[in-house]
């Protein structure tokens, strides 16, 4: 086995990069992109390009991580490692009621009256309600969330003309000539 992840295992997220070298013993300035610090606990395994990479030790710095891996060293081996992407498989909580985004991406979006919209291609922050942005483009609050089964399925209870666009207008005014200019 080469410590690459199993091709038949979960998906891997990106939990960190390892930005740079720190003095002269091998550690490594880590920055997560996650809130998960225990990716970062001694003996943690995350996966690079390189292969596995075990956590021997880490402390918080910066806003950052200072962590000690079992393949670099020193400074040298530190330096080859820079900018180096970190993942790991998804940590899966079942008493966690938090939506991960991998598990969003590719679920259908259903509305209430049972129509499907498309696929779940992306997740955009948006500070009112994060966005479920689908496969044509058209974008969902997850606000309206209803009901959830994770990769398969998004139920949602929108407003009248949200997921339909313009035809929705059409609908609910048959007298419109839709080539009449306002």
Partial sequence: MDGRPDPDGPALLEVGRI??????????????????TERLAPGAVLQTDRGAITVESSRPHQHRFLVRFDRIPDREAADAWRSVTLSAPPIEDPDDDTLWIHQLMGS???DQH??????VTGVLE??????????????VPLVFLTGFEPGVRIEVDVPAGLLDGDEAELEADPDTDPDEAS
């Avoid at 930005?19 to 998960?36: A, C, F, Y």
């Avoid at 049972?114 to 696929?119: L, T």
């Avoid at 009112?128 to 689908?134: K, R």
Wanted: proline share 5%.
């Fill in 126 to 139: 948006n500070p009112a309600s994060d966005l479920l942005e689908l496969a044509d483009g058209r974008l």
């Fill in 114 to 119: 049972g129509v499907e919209h498309g696929a």
């Fill in 108 to 110: 259908v979006v259903v």
């Fill in 19 to 36: 930005d740079k070298p720190h003095g002269v013993r091998g550690e490594v300035v880590v920055s997560l992109i996650t809130h998960r």
